[in-house]
T-cell receptor, first 114, second 111 residues
Framework: EPEVTQTPSHQVTQMGQEVILRCVPISNHLYFYWYRQILGQKVEFLVSFYNNEISEKSEIFDDQFSVERPDGSNFTLKIRSTKLEDSAMYFC????????????FGPGTRLTVL | KQEVTQIPAALSVPEGENLVLNCSFTDSAIYNLQWFRQDPGKGLTSLLLIQSSQREQTSGRLNASLDKSSGRSTLYIAASQPGDSATYLCAFPSGTYKYIFGTGTRLKVLA
């Protein structure tokens, strides 16, 4: 069964460093998303991506964040200069209309900023 | 703005009980609704998806219903087991199909 994969599973970084979180969505899906979950809090939407551009972003998704689909299979989230408050679990998801917009989630990347 | 509330926030029950988790939302114009399970520190496991044209879905001991007119979905767990202990989240697409998540219900089933 197709699944969304994410790497790495856990990333530890120093404050101010750049990190890139990677996702491989399900191959025939066209819509891609990033969410984050700070420990003990609800899952929050960050950004949606379709046709090689951002279709919607939340207030959280400021200039420190960017997304890219560099090669037709990977979907990345970059945080340019990490802050302590960026520590969270980051989930990638993908969907497509014929599936009734059901979103399929990856296992997540736990980001720890020291 | 869509608001999603899950009640109760936490629940502790003895093994074998049947239980109901609730998810309420303010905007009835939803396309579908999905229930997830999340174990501590882990990812999201999809349990059930209910399309807007459906009223309920069943998978094993789980049954989810959707009443758009009242802005409510319920997840029914039959004959609960200790392995059911987890946080249960409801979510649905809003806007450009981004998902809005509820705050979750933390379930503990005691052996």
């Amino acid at each position: 069964e197709p699944e969304v994969t994410q790497t790495p599973s856990h990333q530890v970084t120093q404050m101010g460093q750049e990190v890139i979180l990677r996702c491989v969505p399900i191959s025939n899906h066209l819509y891609f998303y990033w969410y984050r979950q700070i420990l003990g809090q609800k899952v929050e939407f960050l950004v949606s991506f379709y046709n090689n551009e951002i279709s919607e972003k939340s207030e959280i998704f400021d200039d420190q964040f960017s997304v890219e689909r560099p090669d037709g299979s990977n979907f990345t989230l970059k945080i340019r200069s990490t802050k302590l408050e960026d520590s969270a679990m980051y989930f990638c998801a993908s969907s497509e209309p014929l599936g009734g917009w059901e979103q399929f989630f990856g296992p997540g990347t736990r980001l720890t900023v020291l | 703005k869509q608001e999603v509330t899950q009640i109760p926030a936490a629940l502790s029950v003895p093994e074998g009980e049947n239980l109901v988790l609730n998810c309420s939302f303010t905007d009835s114009a939803i396309y579908n609704l999905q229930w997830f399970r999340q174990d501590p520190g882990k990812g999201l496991t999809s349990l059930l998806l209910i399309q807007s044209s459906q009223r309920e879905q069943t998978s094993g001991r789980l049954n989810a219903s959707l009443d758009k007119s009242s802005g409510r979905s319920t997840l029914y767990i039959a004959a609960s087991q200790p392995g059911d202990s987890a946080t249960y989240l409801c979510a649905f697409p809003s806007g450009t199909y981004k998902y809005i998540f509820g705050t979750g219900t933390r379930l503990k089933v005691l052996a």
